[in-house]
């Protein structure tokens, strides 16, 4: 069969990893893909938000399945568009990846069904959000309510922090229309985890655990990224909590959604915070995250492709899903300066030292073939993911790893997977 993956981050070259393994594939294109996903797959410079030109290209192509990996065009729609024109897609329509798209309702929805989440307000004004903030607590979470690229949270210590961030999300609209609604909401305290889930619409069957490393720098420092590291599972995710989670969140979200008429196919990431009180839900993702896919899809015995399609036509029941027993650590080499300004271009060496290992990964993420060779294209420029028995050797593995890439500028952290120290 012919697959077709939109996206073109570290996230979809796992992905796209992934599907070459299956032995039903014979063909795998992707949008717009980038120079790593270009070995595996044949990409074509279509943006993931150009609707009409994927419809069009999918049909061309006779393309039998694709799989959205990104969340802008989940939410806005590009399931339901393949789908009208025919096509088999992987991932949630318009009206469920509204899960991830609109943080109040997200909240809401876990409000109405006795899911554990933080306390919470949803404002539609300033003036409404600024007087509820003279009697909160603090420290206090303010959220963009839709998408801003992983941004749109501010930890606010004190009130004045607190009233210029609600100024900059509402009225200065710092993530632009993301912030005609906020959420704020008390403030968590605990151990993050992540774990991605396949749905089927009734069905859920949760994957092996992940943590992610969101700020730039060392020591949990600096600005927030899209992520600069992962490791898979995590330590502190433990039997008790998965029974837990499973019972009182996972299943209720998914029956959350198919009775709000809103059944939810595809995936479904839960950011969870481990809480004295228990877990509790910080974010709901329609997708995989980046870079959790890159630690999580390695470790997965089973054929992606078979369960995916167990998800579209409502049989994940039968499937039996399955990790390997062992562990991944993921590290994002960057490109010095990023989140910010950094420069672009830079010839990339090493990356043939990957070739043959079949424990180590190199997934790209900003990354441009040119005449001159592989360069750097973006902040994020690869994942470099390795396996190893237990998490301390998959880490010194991946650390290993790391340095065999070299790129002027090249930036990461070298604490990923400090955690896992402390689980002991
Ligand atoms: P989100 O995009 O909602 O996951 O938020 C981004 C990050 O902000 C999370 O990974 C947490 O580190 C932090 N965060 C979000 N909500 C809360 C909360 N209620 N309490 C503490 N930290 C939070
Ligand atoms: N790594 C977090 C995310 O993908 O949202």
Redesign the pocket.
């Known amino acids: 069969m012919k697959v077709l993956i939109v996206g073109g981050g570290g996230r979809e070259h796992a992905i796209a990893a992934s599907v070459a393994k299956s032995p039903r594939v014979d063909r795998i294109y992707c949008v717009p893909g980038n120079a790593g996903i270009a070995q595996i797959a044949e990409c074509a410079p279509i943006g993931a938000m150009e609707f009409d030109r994927i419809v069009e290209f999918a049909r061309e192509k006779e393309i039998d399945l694709t799989i959205v990996g990104m969340d802008d065009p989940l939410v806005g729609g590009l399931v339901d568009e393949l789908e009208n024109a025919g096509l088999r897609v992987f991932g949630p329509r318009r009206n469920a990846a509204v899960l991830e798209g609109s943080?109040a309702f997200s909240k809401d929805l876990m409000k109405k069904y006795h899911i554990p989440t933080?306390a919470y307000e949803n404002f539609d004004s300033a003036d409404a959000a600024l007087s509820y903030l003279e009697r909160a607590h603090f420290p206090i979470?303010l959220?963009a309510d839709g998408l801003a690229l992983?941004k749109?949270?501010l930890?606010c210590n004190t009130l004045e922090e607190a009233k210029e961030g609600v100024r900059s999300i509402m009225l200065d609209q710092k993530f632009g229309a993301a912030g005609n609604r906020m959420v704020i909401?008390?403030?968590?305290?605990g151990r993050?985890v992540s774990v991605l889930s396949f749905v089927d619409g009734k069905t859920i069957k949760a994957m092996t655990s992940a943590q992610?490393h969101?700020r730039a720098q060392d020591g949990d420092q600096g600005l927030?990224t899209g992520g600069m590291g992962t490791f898979s599972p995590s330590p502190f995710y433990t039997k008790e909590i998965d029974e837990f989670c499973r019972k009182y969140i996972y299943q209720p979200t998914v029956d959350a959604m198919a009775a709000e008429g809103r059944a939810f196919q595809g995936i479904i990431f839960f950011?969870l915070?481990l809480t004295e009180d228990g877990p509790k839900v910080?974010?709901y993702n329609a997708r995989f995250g980046d870079p959790e896919a890159q630690v999580v899809l390695p470790r997965m015995k089973n054929d992606v492709v078979e369960v995916m399609e167990a998800c579209i036509d409502g049989r994940l029941d039968q499937v039996d899903l399955q990790f390997e027993d062992n562990a991944a650590v993921c590290v994002v080499l960057a490109s010095e300066g990023y989140p910010v300004s950094y420069e672009k271009g830079k010839v990339i060496t090493g990356l043939e030292q990957f070739e043959g290992k079949d424990d180590y990964y190199c997934f790209h993420a900003g990354t441009k073939q040119t005449d001159g060779g592989i360069v750097t294209n973006g902040g994020r420029v690869l994942g470099i993911t390795a396996k190893g028995k237990d998490l301390k050797q998959a880490r010194a593995n991946a650390y290993e790893a790391a340095e065999w890439i070299s790129f002027e500028n090249k930036y990461m952290r070298h604490d990923i997977g400090k955690a896992i120290d402390e689980a002991e």
């Open positions: 943080k933080a979470v959220k992983g749109g949270v930890i909401e008390e403030f968590l305290v993050e992610d969101k927030n950011g915070m910080l974010e």
